[in-house]
């Protein structure tokens, strides 16, 4: 019994003490096992913050088509929201137009009595000649020299992913910041703002965010210095209209309206090249300048086979895209318009689009509306400091040439600074085989982290600010 016992109790033991160790075994093999999964995890999955993990969250935004005139806003702000929500920003949709998302994203600051900060983009692009580009315009994609070719890729999807791909790395170091930093995604700046910016500016939702400062885009510069941008110039879309005696395509006769357009367009040409000459010159600067281009000729009569051609025509017409500076006379201009580029005497009629009447830049006291750029703006002076500290260098500001939805901001006395990281770059917004660089897009991220924790540091009571409180 007593051997039995001990048998029993000994065999007990051996079996007791054999599954333990293999237990043991087993945990060690399963700790080894989860160890070598970790570190394969880790080797292979990259962080949110691996730059191939950036460039693919910019090529997915690229890569959603939002071409005028059929944008798929919806998709792009879907995209943004989840982008938003991996890095815990509020986010509000706001649809001022049917069908017309804003998207609006919220970093609270400490201090919500302080101005906060806006960071502008939009979301639509151009439309793009797809045959005319090497890659598709919305594959996004990654040559071996790190080009990324799309549409938006300047103009200026990149801007608003660097802005969250900035908050990102910031939260990641801990930054808190003081003042609330907003973030809008807007629809239709590519043609004119009027349902996107436009009514944005004008709405209760951004009196309330009580914007200080708005960051919105600027242009690529080929240089190794970024380019700022402190005013731009307001589109005027001009159509001039000929009227005259139609006749015999052999006829030599005065005052047809395909003559009297001509003379006009000998004329619009004469002043192009007067101002063209002072920036060939060094005289001014490209935005300092009224700049014409012929953007359409409309006449003929059209036959199955293309046009009459033995018949001169009663009408013509051609549209011109004029871009004012905020500093030009705008009345001189407009008179001459009437009585040198589309007089009566020469049957001629115009007509000066939606933009001319609407896009003042002038603020309700006549002011020409430009953004400070010496030390009575903080804001400037936070800028340069924010650049040169992530190692960019800013060239001299200047007035965009073209225009952008700053000015609805600008025209409420806001101050505005346009402004997209891109140096060493080709300008190719608007253009074909539009790209970026992954490398200067990484650098810009550095370049908004570096700006963001300035202005969002700021602690300055509003009164000192730049803010034009008498408007
Ligand atoms: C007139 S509103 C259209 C806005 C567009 N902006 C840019 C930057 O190309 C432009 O200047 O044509
Ligand atoms: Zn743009
Ligand atoms: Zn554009």
Redesign the pocket.
């Known amino acids: 019994m007593c051997r039995y016992n001990l048998k029993l109790i000994k065999s007990t033991h051996f079996r007791v003490s054999s599954s333990t160790e293999i237990k043991k075994m087993e945990i060690n093999h399963l700790l080894y096992l989860c160890f070598l999964l970790v570190l394969i995890l880790t080797k292979t999955t990259p962080s949110d913050e691996d730059p191939s993990v950036i460039i693919s969250r910019f090529q997915q935004y690229l890569q959603i088509n939002t071409s005028q005139p059929t944008p798929d806003y919806h998709k792009a702000v879907e995209f943004l929201i989840s982008q938003a929500k991996s890095i815990s920003l509020d986010h509000q949709t706001i649809e001022l137009v049917d069908n017309k998302p804003l998207l609006l994203l919220k970093w609270p600051g400490s201090d919500p009595k302080l101005p906060s900060i806006l960071l502008y983009s939009h979301t639509d692009v151009v439309p793009s000649e797809q045959d005319k580009w090497t890659y598709h315009p919305f594959a996004a994609h990654l040559d071996s020299t790190g080009n990324i070719y799309a549409r938006g890729s300047q103009?200026m999807k990149c801007v608003g992913m660097q802005y969250l791909e900035a908050i990102r790395k910031l939260k990641a170091t801990g930054f808190q910041p003081l003042r609330s930093v907003y973030l809008s995604f807007a629809p239709d700046?590519?043609?004119?703002?009027h349902d996107g910016a436009e009514k944005f500016a004008d709405s209760d939702v951004f009196k309330s965010l009580n914007v200080g400062i708005v960051l919105d885009?600027g242009l690529a510069s080929p240089t190794e210095n970024y380019r700022v941008f402190y005013a731009e110039r307001c589109?005027w879309w001009l159509v001039i209209k000929a009227k005259g005696a139609p006749g015999h395509g052999a006829k030599l006769y005065d005052n047809s309206a395909m003559e009297n357009l001509l003379k006009s367009i000998e004329i619009v040409r004469k002043f192009r090249a007067s101002q063209f000459d002072m920036v060939k010159a060094g005289l001014k600067a490209e935005g300092e300048v009224i700049s014409v281009n012929m953007a359409f000729l409309k006449a003929g009569t059209p036959s199955p086979t293309g046009f009459v051609m033995n018949l001169q025509p009663s009408e013509a017409e051609a549209g011109f895209d004029i871009r004012v500076p905020p500093t030009a006379n705008a009345e001189a201009l407009e008179r001459r318009i009437a009585e040198e580029w589309a007089p009566a005497s020469r049957n001629m009629t115009f007509e000066l689009g939606q933009?001319k009447q609407k896009a003042s830049i002038h603020d309700k006291f006549g002011r020409p509306v430009l953004t400070a750029t010496d030390s009575s703006n903080p804001w400037w002076s936070l800028l340069e400091d924010a650049v040169k500290s992530a190692n960019g260098k800013l060239g001299k500001p200047e007035i965009f040439p073209?225009?952008?939805d700053s000015r609805y901001f600008r025209e409420r006395g806001l101050p505005a600074i346009g402004f997209s990281p891109m140096a060493n770059t080709p300008i190719l917004?608007?253009d074909h085989n539009e790209f970026l660089n992954q490398a200067e897009y990484l650098k810009g991220i550095d370049m908004y982290e570096s700006i963001i924790k300035a202005f969002a540091s700021y602690a300055q009571h509003p009164k000192d600010e730049v803010a034009r409180d008498e408007l």
């Open positions: 103009d700046e590519e043609i004119g703002g885009e589109p933009f073209a225009s952008t917004l608007h």
